[in-house]
Nanobody, 126 residues
Framework: QVQLVESGGGLVQAGGSLRLSCAAS????????MGWFRQAPGKEREFVAT????????DYADSVKGRFTISRDNAKNTVYLQMNSLKPEDTAVYYC???????????????????WGQGTQVTVSS
């Protein structure tokens, strides 16, 4: 089974930046679409960003477009989420996820993904 481990979360002031990392096990990582979701207390898990197997396709939630950038390094089995101009409403647990069935993920729903990390907390203060 694929294992995903997120890191890089923390406490940051509004307007600041963080870079999240997701380290993946498995030799088939390079064929999977990857994504990031987030979940705030009392709220549903929501889509943040996705990236195709070869980085040819990326997509973002409207709320983070222009501020967040997803990238991957298949040689390192790692996915990144660069988060700039952070806002208090970005506060959430951020989850890395993999879609083992597709090289490109077209639907921004948790049910499309089948492997999940444990999450990393991002807190943005004002």
């Amino acid at each position: 089974q694929v294992q995903l481990v997120e890191s890089g979360g923390g406490l940051v002031q509004a307007g600041g930046s963080l870079r999240l990392s997701c380290a993946a096990s498995g030799r088939t990582f390079s064929s999977y679409a990857m994504g990031w979701f987030r979940q705030a207390p009392g709220k549903e898990r929501e889509f943040v960003a996705t990236i195709s197997w070869n980085s040819g396709v990326t997509d973002y939630a409207d709320s983070v477009k222009g501020r967040f950038t997803i990238s991957r390094d298949n040689a390192k089995n790692t996915v990144y989420l660069q988060m700039n101009s952070l806002k208090p409403e970005d506060t959430a647990v951020y989850y890395c996820t993999a879609d083992s069935k597709h090289g490109t993920s077209w639907y921004p729903y948790p049910s499309e993904y089948d492997y999940w990390g444990q999450g990393t907390q991002v807190t943005v203060s004002s």
